[in-house]
């Protein structure tokens, strides 16, 4: 059994993978993506839909900046809306908070040469009716911002089929056959898939898979827990985040927040289970006391996702040295708001070789030295929690 | 936390036979039922579809309490067996340890009452959470006054508050006509009622019972239209259809009529079975998604049992309550022999005695019934009926798969999408869809909508219903506030241990600066 091969398949739709897809479709590439269940099924569509200039983790800040320059333009190039909205601040709760803030404005700005700024309560209170009164100011990052996850992992799809890229939905990669140093094939349950170049952007399942292709790739598997509430009034177009939470107000006017203790978990080759915990209540309270005047407003769902987290928690975006045509793509739990740079870095580095933006930080090589029970030094064993 | 070591959920007729068969057997048993309900809860049309027809006197706790427990009289009977009684209590969430969920140490529940919420560890579940209304759309079942026959029942019989003075009833099955017989015995005027079917479908002498006191059934018919001038129903038109579900020009009949009852069909009430991740399959014969259920009442998790309507529906239960006890006892039963309450020889001896009642099943509800009757409304309402009230999505934009109209979204790409090029990316997924249409996301959570989402995508796509996945449910499956939710008992350990992301920004920055 075959399924029509490609120059590059992509192992996994999610937004990581279907963003290189749309990257190398639309430069002419022959590409292939392959999904064991449907597009963004898991952490891709599941996740707080943040945008960020992620100056805390030097390492990714040179892809982060690529990608907050490509955001304002995506709806236009994939032409499906993905709700992109510019503009974020960070709530200041107490003067504590507010010092270290207008602290890291100094030190962020000067270091990655980033417009931030700071706004005082009044700010705040006016631009976000709802915000605890207590607010002491806000971080704002004009070039943050956030989008809609769902749509955007759809929209990514749509534009890869648009040009002319072939998705295999409900096929399970099983293996990979190779030939020497390469990968020829993919090995599916719906059939092999030929293959000159693979890049796995399988998210969870990273570890299990590019076992299978003969490497160790340190991922760790957590579940992460976000609630929603019913739609309230239209605030301030940008991204709020504070008091323990991220998330935004939606387009539609939900409240979408996450945060809190993240339980380290294990996932087999399938899409696992996604269950939420009794947390939703944890959740509930701090986002009633960031927005005290939304405290009658009902929680109407919550969501639960699956990431994964290298053991420094930044990506790698890297060709292995064996097999040498095997890209390993995980976005290590930054993938959504980093996408657009992700798939453009991916497509850069498949068709050519390199890229212009700066990935040094980012290779696999950096965890040559790590042993198969990381995960256990580490303290990331399935069932912990926040270690 | 308390720790309950058998916990019934729904105190109808078959959870409060499971609560009685083992507290009997020696089990400690709490019951919990959501009734009397906050009147917050049904304005959102939560559980049940009450579409506004409830009196001011629902917000009395007191009152509603003591007609809930009139209503039911087995209640006596389980409080005289030692069952621990809590009502007005929502069950909002369940939750157990399985492949990606290890933190917990054994089952629990979310519970809350008006005030607030918390959790509860149990041993084991029974479900007999009901049924809920089948949302069928029609132009104006939106306004105040269309409402479904299970929510009708609830005010008319359980918290005598229904403000209705005049009905249409949709539906001649059992579930309609026993719904227009209670509205008769209440006093409410039932004008009409409506059947797509060419013949009555439920029992023959409540119908003749009903054409006698001059009630028309109207067989090949359906509903056209609720009109009214503030949103409210004040007439009902129904139109005669012919053999290919179509209207017949000029058939048209006007009823001047405040309600309008739809009682098409009912829905197993799966919320918690599906957190716990019972096994839950689409059934034609018993209401569509049902849990799957061994012949003692036994679900597919080990500790998890479930009885009554939430067990699996059919229009002969809405005739023969019978059915749900002896459903309820057999899971009191399965409950306590687990339980080791009693032997499994006693349990195998009052099996014995439990022979269920034979159901007068219609046969094949969903593509008998439900089948029809969307297609009759789609032949007379068309596209522009909303299939989703919350979020005010056509059945048009959900075909389309277009974007919400408040994005204002235009382009070439977009328009050439719609859920014929979906199904050729790969099989229809009602979530999928209701990301990018919205339809099944609002405040009501999917309830009024849910059933014809997926006929219309396995309609649209030519797949079989059995094959369009199940909308998932999400704790909380009861709109909570906020201030409801909000964990009122958080430890400060929790406080102090809680975390934005993985890594605080602040952790980086400490280390950024070590590092410089």
């Known amino acids: 059994m075959k399924l029509d091969g490609a120059q590059v398949v992509i192992v996994g739709a999610g937004v990581t993978g279907l963003s290189a897809a749309w990257w190398l479709a639309r430069n002419g590439v022959d590409t292939v993506v392959v999904e064991k269940g449907v597009i963004g099924a898991e952490a891709s569509s599941r996740n707080g839909g943040d945008i960020s200039h992620r100056a805390y983790e030097p390492p990714v800040v040179p892809l982060a900046a690529e990608s907050l320059n490509l955001w304002p333009e995506m709806d236009d190039e994939l032409g499906y809306p993905t709700e992109y909205s510019p503009g974020s601040i960070h709530v200041a709760m107490d003067e504590e908070e507010a010092v270290w803030m207008k602290q890291s404005n100094i030190d962020w700005g000067e270091r990655f040469n980033l417009p931030l700024d700071w706004w005082d309560a009044d700010k705040v209170k006016d631009a976000v009716p709802l915000i605890a009164p207590e607010t002491t100011g806000a971080q704002f990052s ?25 998705l295999y939905q409900h096929t399970a990669v099983t293996g990979f056959r190779k030939e020497g140093d390469k990968v020829v094939a993919v090995e599916t349950d719906k059939g092999e898939v030929e293959a000159d170049i693979v890049v796995c952007a399988a998210g969870p399942q990273t570890g299990v898979l590019c076992e299978k292709a003969g490497a160790f790739v340190p991922v760790a598997p957590a579940r992460v827990e976000i609630i929603i509430t019913a739609p309230v009034e239209s605030m301030w177009k940008g991204a709020v985040m504070g008091n323990g939470l991220y998330g935004r107000q939606t387009m539609r006017g939900n409240l979408a927040y996450g945060g809190g203790p993240h339980e380290w978990v294990d996932v087999e080759n399938q899409t696992p289970m996604k269950p939420n915990s009794p947390v939703v209540r944890n959740l509930s309270r701090r986002l009633a006391e960031l927005y005290p005047g939304a405290s009658d407003v009902p929680v109407i769902r919550s969501w639960a996702c699956v990431v994964e987290q290298t053991p420094d928690m930044l990506p790698i975006i890297d060709f292995l040295d064996s097999p040498d045509n095997f890209m390993v793509a995980t976005a290590s739990a930054h993938g959504f708001g980093l996408s657009p740079a992700t798939g453009k870095v991916i497509s850069d580095m498949v068709m050519h070789g390199e890229t212009t933006v700066d990935m040094s930080g980012l290779t696999y090589g950096r965890f040559n030295e790590v042993t198969p029970d990381w995960r256990a030094k580490k303290d990331w064993d399935p069932g912990h929690i926040n270690t | ?93 369940a939750f157990r340890n399985m492949e990606t969920s290890r933190v917990l140490d054994g089952p629990q529940l979310g519970l809350a009452d008006e005030n607030q919420s918390w959790t509860v560890k149990y041993d084991h579940l029974i479900v007999a959470a009901g049924g809920r209304d089948l949302g069928m759309g029609f132009a104006g079942w939106n306004f105040a006054g269309a409402m479904g026959a299970n929510a009708a029942y609830s005010l008319m019989s359980r918290y005598q508050a229904f403000t209705g003075r005049s009905m249409v009833v949709l539906g001649s099955g059992n579930l309609g006509l026993h719904t227009a017989k209670l509205a008769r015995e209440r006093g409410v005027e039932v004008k009409a009622i409506v059947e797509v079917d060419g013949a009555v479908r439920g029992d023959a002498a409540v119908a ?140 195998h001896e009052r099996r014995s005695e439990l022979t269920l009642a034979t159901a007068s099943a219609n046969g094949n509800e969903v593509d008998g019934v439900w089948k029809k009757w969307l297609a009759a409304l789609m032949n007379v309402g068309g596209l522009d009926v909303y299939v989703c009230q919350c ?126």
């Open chain 2, 208 to 347: 003749a019972e009903l054409e006698a006191a001059g009630v028309p059934i109207h067989t090949s018919h359906v509903i056209k239209e609720a009109a009214g001038s503030t949103d409210e129903v004040e007439s009902v038109t129904v139109v005669a259809i012919d053999g290919d579900n179509n209207a017949v020009v000029g058939s048209e009949i006007e009823y001047e009529a405040d309600t309008v009852c739809l009682a098409v069909g009912l829905v197993p009430t799966v919320e918690l079975l599906n957190l716990l991740d019972c096994d839950v399959r689409f059934d034609h014969h018993r209401g569509g998604y049902a849990p799957v259920v061994d012949e003692w009442m036994r679900t597919s998790v080990e500790n998890t049992y479930v009885c009554g309507d939430a067990a699996g529906y059919h229009d002969g239960m809405a005739a023969n309550p019978e059915i749900a006890r002896q459903q309820g006892r057999l899971a009191g039963v399965a409950a306590a022999e687990a339980l080791g309450a009693i032997d499994s020889a006693a349990a």
């Open chain 2, 391 to 516: 979020e005010e999505v056509t059945r048009g934009e959900l075909l389309d798969v277009q974007p919400p109209r408040y994005l204002e979204w235009e382009s070439d790409e977009m328009r050439a999408r719609d859920l014929g090029t979906l199904a050729q990316d790969g099989p229809v997924n009602p979530d999928q869809v209701k990301r990018l249409t919205r339809a099944g996301m609002g405040h009501c959570q999917g309830r009024r909508c849910r059933e014809q989402v997926a006929m219309l995508l396995a309609d649209e796509s030519d797949t079989p219903l059995t094959e369009v996945p199940i909308m998932s449910y999400r704790p909380p499956v009861r709109p909570l506030p906020l201030r409801i939710m909000w964990a009122h008992d958080e430890t400060q350990q929790v406080r102090d241990d809680w975390v934005v992301w993985f890594k605080h920004s602040r952790d980086y920055m400490r280390e950024m600066q070590e590092a410089d």
């Open chain 1, 142 to 166: 004009p070039k943050d911002g956030h989008a809609n996850p769902q749509r955007t992992v759809q929209a990514y799809a749509w534009g890869f089929l648009d040009n002319g890229g072939r």
């Open chain 2, 1 to 93: 936390m308390e720790h309950i070591q058998l916990a019934v959920v729904g105190a109808g007729v078959a959870g409060t036979a499971a609560a009685i068969e083992a507290a009997k057997a020696g089990v400690n048993v709490v019951l919990i039922d959501e009734n009397p309900l906050d009147m917050y809860m049904m304005g959102l049309d939560v559980p049940l579809f009450f579409g506004q027809r409830l009196m001011p006197t629902v917000q009395d706790k007191g009152a509603m309490m003591g007609r809930v427990v009139s209503a039911n009289p087995d209640l006596a009977e389980a409080e005289e067996a030692g069952v621990d009684i809590r009502l007005g209590t929502y069950v909002w969430g």
